[in-house]
């Protein structure tokens, strides 16, 4: 059994995430320990202000990948973007400059932690006109979605997919937000984890805590579909359950 990561910032020198290649290829050291095999890498995309473009990105991808392959051959990487919701979002999309996830019809968005449901709605109900699969990067970061489950059910109704950091699963659980984080995975409305890792110190790519709960409480074709099994399918560009 091996973990796909759907969320980190390990690709170097691109973002807040990894600064250099020395360090992201200590964040790969890590996330092999912890049994990810698969990974794709989401740099931060705000539109305006971010200057790398998908085509500089790849040129970062095809020096950083062999490296990786030298010393894990068993890991796979992907390219992404991470796309801090904006006017000329779909745009970028549709023109190549972003991301998404592979080559799918799915991306990754977030939003500022205090967002208007509306923006969040807004955002969902325009990239499914233009014909994309938004998938909301860390939804439980998300003060208007936080203990709203019929806003949350709307969002997917309307086509969304939810993200969500596996650190969000092992907090306290005398503590609120991690029961609540913990009940959307249980019930199904998460369908994608990532580590979301930025470095190797307070946010690395550590995952076997998580892991292990999610073993002892989903069947094994829930547990497998968070473990790996949607992520390829998004990769496929097939449609999730
Ligand atoms: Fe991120």
Redo the contacts with the bound molecule.
Sequence with gaps: MYFMDM???ILPGVDDGSRDEAMSMEMIGIAYSQGIRKIVL?P?YYVGKTKKTASDLKAIFDKFEPMVKKDYPEIDLYMGN?IYWGRGAVEGLKEGIINTYGDSKYVLV?FSPRCSYNEVYGAVRELVQHRFRPII??MERYQCLNKHMERVEEIIENGAYLQMNVDSLIGSLFDGHTKWCRKLVLEGYISLL?T?A?NIDDRAPYIEQTVSWLKKKLDEDSFEALMHGNGEAILDNKWLD
């Design positions: 969320h980190c910032h989401t931060h991470e977030e990067a860390h990532g979301d930025h």
